[in-house]
Nanobody, 113 residues
Framework: QVQLVESGGGLVQPGGSLRLSCTAS????????MAWYRQAPGKERESVAR???????NYADSVKGRFTISRDNTKNMVYIQMNSLKPEDTAVYYC???????WGQGTQVTVSS
């Protein structure tokens, strides 16, 4: 059974930083493509960043240059470092395994002064 557990969300001021972490179990993590999605109130869930088993990354245009996704296959963990946060980054962030898709429970990120 796939289990994805996120941590690290919270309240941060505009321009600040947060790092989200996700611990995966029940999968062969080193072979998995992992991603972070987010869903803001009243909006559809959207892809933020993804990293494949070879370490190749892809980012949404809205976060390029500000967010960095990474993984540690020795710990079965995936991270997203979020810098220069903006109020429009406020959302519930989900750790995701792709192909097939599995979701974590989500962690709230609020960017506000």
């Amino acid at each position: 059974q796939v289990q994805l557990v996120e941590s690290g969300g919270g309240l941060v001021q505009p321009g600040g930083s947060l790092r989200l972490s996700c611990t995966a179990s029940g999968i062969i993590f080193s072979s998995a493509t992992m991603a972070w999605y987010r869903q803001a109130p009243g909006k559809e869930r959207e892809s933020v960043a993804r990293i494949n088993n070879g370490g190749l990354t892809n980012y949404a245009d809205s976060v390029k240059g500000r967010f960095t996704i990474s993984r540690d296959n020795t710990k079965n963990m995936v991270y997203i470092q979020m810098n220069s946060l903006k109020p429009e980054d406020t959302a519930v962030y989900y750790c995701t395994k792709l192909y097939p898709t599995a979701w974590g429970q989500g962690t709230q990120v609020t960017v506000s002064s």
